[in-house]
């Protein structure tokens, strides 16, 4: 499974969620979506401008977990 730690990486960055919106330009709800892993996808442009505002790295922002149960 593909977990998303944006909110790791907000806090570290110290940006609000209001602020990271408007920086990627993706509204707030999409954005609320993604932080609270509830997104099924995910647009590469988005997450480049998020590693962008973030100054941060793809792997910082997804990472990958097999399932408990395999």
């Not at 609320?32 to 099924?40: D, E, G, P």
């Amino acid at each position: 499974m593909i977990i998303v730690n944006l909110d790791v990486m907000m806090a570290k960055r110290k940006i609000s969620l209001n602020q990271l919106a408007e920086k990627v330009g993706i509204t707030l709800a999409n954005l609320s979506i993604l932080k609270n892993n509830k997104a099924k996808a995910i647009r590469f442009s988005t997450l480049e401008a998020i590693c962008k505002a973030l100054n941060c790295r793809v792997e910082d922002v997804l990472e990958y977990r097999e399932d408990e149960e395999s």
